[in-house]
T-cell receptor, first 116, second 112 residues
Framework: DTGVSQNPRHKITKRGQNVTFRCDPI?????LYWYRQTLGQGPEFLTY????????KSRLLSDRFSAERPKGSFSTLEIQRTEQGDSAMYLC??????????????FGPGTRLTVT | KQEVTQIPAALSVPEGENLVLNCSFT??????LQWFRQDPGKGLTSLLL?????REQTSGRLNASLDKSSGRSTLYIAASQPGDSATYLC???????????FGKGTKLTVNP
């Protein structure tokens, strides 16, 4: 049973560039979540998917951010025209969506983004 | 506004001590509450999940309790070890949304 995986683990980019992160959830988990965490803070919710449908988005998800889960398996999070304030750890989680512990979320190792 | 607060922000204890971490939340209409552990620069490891109908959950040396009416949860760690040193995060989901709202965490240091 492999856990949630995220790639890349680290990304350094210049302000104004676009970046894309990938998340592979635990197999057969139909829920997938994206969070962002800055230093000294708890993670903040960005968006989540049930299968390929994006069901909820945070106000934090500005129009520069877009997330997809095209076939209900892996997901991508794209940030366009990056700003220094986008520097953070981007965390992905998945949950089974069914069963007794249907909404227990399992997190990946995160992608650390540094915008210079 | 639905918020989660964790006290204390940091805690330092000698090895072997029993300790309690506190979590409080606004709005008692929760769906579930999860406790996580986070090591520096790493992702989150789920420790315990308490569903709204439950009062406590136990895993090894860890015991988490939930009191919805007072908006509180505690994480009890028995016989602490240096390997328990990490940041512990409490997160709540409320009825109507699957997102987790996190506290800022308690940074625990267990000294040998």
């Amino acid at each position: 049973d492999t856990g949630v995986s995220q790639n890349p683990r680290h990304k350094i980019t210049k302000r104004g560039q676009n970046v894309t992160f990938r998340c592979d959830p635990i197999s057969e988990h139909n829920r997938l979540y994206w969070y962002r965490q800055t230093l000294g803070q708890g993670p903040e919710f960005l968006t989540y998917f049930q299968n390929e449908a994006q069901l909820e988005k945070s106000r934090l998800l500005s129009d520069r951010f877009s997330a997809e889960r095209p076939k209900g398996s892996f997901s991508t999070l794209e940030i366009q025209r990056t700003e220094q304030g986008d520097s953070a750890m981007y965390l992905c989680a998945s949950s089974p969506g069914q069963g007794a512990r249907s909404y227990e979320q399992y997190f990946g190792p995160g992608t650390r983004l540094t915008v210079t | 506004k639905q918020e989660v607060t964790q006290i204390p922000a940091a805690l330092s204890v000698p090895e072997g001590e029993n300790l309690v971490l506190n979590c409080s939340f606004t709005d008692s209409a929760i769906y579930n509450l999860q406790w996580f552990r986070q090591d520096p620069g790493k992702g989150l490891t789920s420790l315990l999940l308490i569903q709204s109908s439950q009062r406590e959950q136990t895993s090894g040396r860890l015991n988490a309790s939930l009191d919805k009416s007072s908006g509180r949860s505690t994480l009890y760690i028995a016989a602490s070890q240096p390997g328990d040193s990490a940041t512990y995060l409490c997160a709540v989901s409320w009825v109507g949304s699957e997102k987790l709202v996190f506290g800022k965490g308690t940074k625990l240091t267990v000294n040998p």
